[in-house]
């Protein structure tokens, strides 16, 4: 049985988690869950699942989890500081990092120190310091199974192969305002870039689909999972969200990995790897797509994704600015206090007036990710 931490188990990916450890009980125990505030939904997980500890990030939600767990052997804890002590627990197999943002850094560092395997879900910590991270994950001999949906994909495909990678396409729905014009995006709310076509999420994932920074933010840690250059990674737009990604290798030969969209497919593997169990998931039934089609990405009308491409070239902190700079804005446009054009130039000019740090520490990081959050929030 494999004992497994998930932060951030009140999320899209943490239900969604727990839903695969519910149908597999002889498998996997949830034997740690966080949250940042969602205290009711926390509690009766725990009370389901009977962890070993709770940690609600949130300080001042600590006495009403304490009082509803009371009557349990379930530890409590609270705070930031507490996500990296519960990580660390030792009889942990697997810590899912399904945090949003770059909250998910401290607590994947202090998971991989631990020697704990990592099923990432938190793309941002490998988006800001993927070059520590790596190295550090490679020094403890600890495995980053990618979670999100394309790395897995990427990830499934490479199994068995020992070629180098030629090229790999990451797809892309692309979002609720595929095929629009900057007039058009000048005018759009914030619930309409909420309404995902294919993909049931987070609010913040969600804003960064509609705006094709999450596939940025993937190019990426694409980058960073895979020891890839640049020139190696591709975005294609593909609306039916069939194929996940794709390989291309030395020779020409190609591989994709298909299924329906559905996260518990690749949280499921990355529980499992390298195995695969027996799954209730709906199948994929050709007759059902019977043309799958693609676009290239337009990244003049929506300019985060070349934004993006032009952090990864740069290196450096600059992947560390577009990311803090992005959380920023896409709460003030959740808020309704920016557009959602606004978002690009903002990212754009903080990329601009940052400093810029050529080989950064640790440190480095989460200084540059202050001074970029306070920077955005004066733009705004």
């Known amino acids: 049985m494999k004992h497994i931490a998930i932060l951030g188990s009140t999320g899209s990916i943490g239900t969604q ?16 869950l966080t949250a940042q505030s969602n205290v009711a939904l926390l509690v009766s997980q725990a009370l389901l699942f009977q962890p070993q500890l709770v940690v609600i990030a949130d300080e001042s939600k600590y006495q009403e989890v304490k009082q509803a767990l009371a009557h349990t052997n379930i530890e409590v804890k609270a705070g930031r500081e507490a996500l990296c002590e519960a990580v660390v627990l030792p009889h942990l197999d697997v810590v899912l990092t ?11 560092i202090a998971a991989i120190k631990a020697k704990k395997d990592i099923a990432l879900a938190n793309k941002e910590t490998m988006v800001v310091a993927g070059d520590l ?13 990618p979670v999100d949906s394309e790395h897995s994909a990427i990830f499934q495909c490479l199994v068995g192969e020992q070629a180098p990678i030629e090229k790999i396409y990451l797809t892309a729905s692309g979002g609720p305002f595929r095929g629009k014009t ?7 709310s914030f619930k309409e870039a909420l309404k995902h076509p294919n993909w049931v999420m987070g609010a913040k994932i969600t804003i960064d689909s509609a705006s094709l ?24 737009v593909h609306p039916q969200s ?5 390989v291309q290798f030395q020779d020409g030969s190609m591989k994709a990995q298909m299924g329906l969209p559905d996260m518990k497919l690749p949280i499921q593997y990355a529980f499992t790897y390298p195995d695969r169990i027996v799954s209730d998931f709906p199948r994929f039934n050709f007759m059902d797509y019977p043309s799958l089609s693609f676009e290239q990405a337009d990244i003049q009308t929506f300019r985060n994704l070349a934004l993006a491409y032009d952090a990864l070239k740069k290196g450096g902190n600059m992947s560390c600015i577009i990311n803090a700079a992005n959380e920023v804005v896409v709460a003030a446009f959740l808020k309704e206090r920016i557009g959602f054009l606004q978002m690009s130039d903002i990212i754009e000019r ?31």
């Open 350 to 380: 903080c990329m601009d007036r940052v400093s810029f740090v050529e080989n950064p520490i640790l440190e480095d990081y989460f200084e540059t990710d202050k001074q970029t959050r306070i920077f955005a929030e004066e733009l705004i």
């Open 17 to 32: 988690a727990l839903d695969v450890i519910k149908a597999n009980p002889t498998l996997f125990k949830a034997a740690v």
């Open 242 to 246: 069939i194929i996940h990604s794709i």
């Open 98 to 108: 399904a945090l949003v943002g770059f909250a998910g850094l401290r607590p994947t």
């Open 133 to 145: 991270v790596t190295a550090l994950a490679k020094e403890n001999d600890v495995k980053i199974l």
């Open 182 to 188: 900057k007039a058009d995006l000048a005018q759009v």
């Open 213 to 236: 920074m999450n596939k940025g933010l993937e190019v990426i840690e694409a980058k960073w999972l895979f020891n890839l250059a640049v020139e190696q990674i591709d975005v294609i």
